[in-house]
């Protein structure tokens, strides 16, 4: 994965070519790692709206990322406001306490919904869903105390 933004969104361009029939007037469901910055699949939803796509629903295959990871690189940044989530509790809180982060965290809060609404609406999604991470921990199917989670809530 290039360090840079601009060199991944040039490689991301790269690899868009508009199949019409596939795209005009279709309800699209686009299924992805994570979203991190949105910046990626905010294009990619531009591209394929102006492409002719009706709607463009979003499933991401982990919960939002509240905290950038300490292990790997796919989501460490200079600043942990380079993640969409983040952003987005800070500006309806105008910051982010542990605990504001832990009840934007818990996929039955009202912050939480709040939260995924303000990335679909940011990001111009017909419709964003995560996946629960009660629901990954068991889909991995290890005990959830062998499995990272801090990027997700910030317990190590």
Known sequence: M?????????????????VEA????????LIDDSIVRGTQL??????????GAKEVHIRPACP????GCKYLNFSR??????????????????TCTPELLEEYSNPDSPKYEEMVEEIRRELN????RY????????SIGLPQECVCTYCWNGKE
């Open 64 to 67: 939002p990322l509240l905290f």
């Open 125 to 128: 999604f017909t419709t964003l």
């Open 131 to 138: 996946h629960r991470l009660d629901d990954l921990i068991r």
């Open 2 to 18: 290039p360090v840079h933004q601009s060199q991944r969104n040039l490689i991301a361009k790269m690899k868009l070519i508009p």
């Open 42 to 51: 905010g294009e990619t939803t531009e591209f394929l709206y102006s492409s």
């Open 22 to 29: 596939l795209i005009h007037g279709k309800r699209l469901l």
């Open 77 to 94: 940044s200079k600043s942990e406001l380079d993640l969409i989530a983040r952003r987005v509790i800070l500006r309806k809180e105008g």
